[in-house]
């Protein structure tokens, strides 16, 4: 029979408002976390990245922070707009020196729904 | 412009059959991967390739086979051993891995279904 999908994680915004999209990961030895969109139909596409030497980054409207003590990672969009809803994937990859090194390892996703 | 192309859209398979889904990138990227994405869920990877003649199994290999005889290709064949092939195929690329982490770059994907 047909498979059914998982639940993905949801946020629900009003236009305007700021979104915090939230991800745990597991492995302390990542080094490099990197947060994606991802709309209908298409591949996920790069918002921003940060590595394992930094707490927080900004880009246009953006921001991801890093928490390592608890090995989380939040992403914050200012002012969402309608054009923001889609599925929103954090990944993390290792540091250098093993075989899994360059891998990307993706989190289940969230979907963020922004409306009008 | 630079960029992943993925062909085809769409791809139906029949029992029994292999089919082949194709990923170009003209970036110059050495290494280039291709994940499996099933409804509701996030990326599985397959396999992945840091550097022409040479790739290794991912997570989900089963089922699957590549080839990287050239650095802008990476192919991917879904053979009739994989069972359960309905799924979005997404092909990524990224620059080599001794330059530390690196965000992949995808392309927008194949959506493979049964026949």
């Known amino acids: 029979g047909e498979s059914v999908g998982l639940h993905l994680p949801t946020l629900s915004v009003q236009e305007g408002d700021n979104s915090i999209i939230n991800c745990a990961y597991s492995n302390s030895a990542s080094d490099y976390f990197i947060w994606y969109k991802q709309e209908s139909g298409k591949g996920p596409q790069f918002i921003i990245d940060?590595?394992?030497?930094?707490d927080k980054r900004q880009g246009q409207r953006v921001t991801v922070l890093l928490n390592k003590t608890v090995k989380h990672l939040s992403l914050q969009i200012a002012a969402t707009q309608p054009g923001d809803s889609a599925v929103y994937f954090c990944?993390?990859?290792?540091?250098?020196?093993?075989?899994?090194?360059?891998?990307?390892?993706f989190g289940q996703g969230t979907i963020l729904t922004v409306h009008p | 412009d630079g960029g992943i192309t993925q062909s085809p859209k769409y791809l139906f398979r029949k029992e029994g059959q292999n089919v082949t889904l194709s990923c170009e990138q003209n970036?110059?990227?050495?290494?280039m991967y291709w994940y499996r994405q099933d409804p509701g869920q996030g990326l599985r990877l397959i396999y992945y390739?840091?550097?022409?003649?040479?790739?290794q199994k991912g997570d989900i290999a089963e089922g699957y086979s590549v080839s990287r005889e050239k650095k802008e290709s990476f192919p991917l064949t879904v053979t009739s051993a994989q069972k359960n092939p309905t799924a979005f195929y997404l092909c990524?690329?990224?620059?080599?891995?001794?330059?530390?982490?690196?965000?992949?770059?995808f392309g927008d994907g194949t959506r493979l279904s049964i026949l």
């Open positions: 990944a993390e990859s290792p540091r250098a020196g093993g075989t899994s090194y360059g891998k990307l390892t």
């Open positions: 940060i590595r394992s030497n930094m």
């Open positions: 390739s840091q550097i022409v003649n040479d790739f």
């Open positions: 970036l110059n990227h050495d290494a």
């Open positions: 990524a690329s990224s620059m080599a891995r001794d330059r530390g982490g690196q965000p992949q770059h």
